[in-house]
């Protein structure tokens, strides 16, 4: 099975602040790589779907780049309903796999 | 609009069955499949099987297969999780999703949305 790994695991920023997460695949997945926030108690949430398509109502200061193996989740100006874990997904594989999840924080 | 509701918390001891269900609506149920994660305490996401509700063929996570079953009633637009004998290690949140298909088959290119809220399964003696 493909291993998606992302880094860090947690990361400490400001509001305001441009951060990127980072996901790599133990295999190509092309550009079927998705990513989700999720927030405690709360369902996970669509960001990005195909490596840079944006779900519909999501902020434009999300974007999603890479192929094959290397991606980044950037959030361009951190805003307060920002903060939460975010989970890269590959769907090359329909034993989809998730990476381990960035937890990103109030700094 | 366009939603799934998942049913309540859920305390049971080890060896005792459950089912557990995800209820959509907004939208034509046969026509997207239904997908399930588990998320352990502290942990991340795992992907456990997927189903599709116009023919209830389904595919299971390595780690899901024989543990876990999952069904549709399509009468109702509801999906199920099923264990007949559940282990403190199956204490978690589970998540349903619907799943967009890129292609024919929903055998790649997929990603889910949207979720439902979380069920909690806490198995203890």
């Known amino acids: 099975d493909i291993q998606m790994t992302q880094s860090p695991s947690s990361l400490s920023a400001s509001v305001g602040d441009r951060i990127t997460i980072a996901c790599r695949a133990s295999?190509?997945?092309?550009?079927?790589l998705n990513w989700y926030q999720h927030k405690p108690g709360k369902a996970p949430k669509l960001l990005i779907y195909t490596t840079s398509t944006l779900q519909s109502g999501v902020p434009s200061r999300f974007s999603g780049s890479g192929s094959g193996t290397d991606f980044t989740l950037t959030i361009s100006s951190l805003q307060p309903e920002d903060f939460a874990t975010y989970y890269c997904?590959?769907?090359?594989?329909?034993?989809?796999?998730f990476g381990q999840g960035t937890k990103l924080e109030i700094k | 609009e366009l939603q799934l509701v998942q049913s309540g918390a859920e305390a049971k001891k080890p060896g005792e069955s459950l089912t557990i269900s995800c209820k959509a609506s907004?939208?034509?149920?046969?026509?997207?499949?239904i997908t399930w994660v588990r998320q352990k305490p502290g942990k991340g996401l795992e992907w456990m099987g997927k189903i599709d509700p116009s023919d209830s063929y389904t595919k299971y996570g390595p780690s899901f297969q024989g543990h876990v079953t999952i069904s549709t009633d399509t009468s109702i637009s509801t999906a199920f999780l099923q264990w007949s004998s559940l282990k403190a290690s199956d204490t978690a949140i589970y998540y349903c999703a619907r799943q967009f298909c890129s292609a024919p088959g929903c055998f790649r290119g997929d990603w889910f949305d949207p979720w439902g809220q979380g069920t909690l399964v806490t198995v203890s003696s």
């Open positions: 295999q190509s997945v092309y550009s079927y």
């Open positions: 907004g939208y034509t149920f046969s026509d997207y499949w």
């Open positions: 997904q590959q769907s090359y594989s329909d034993h989809y796999s």
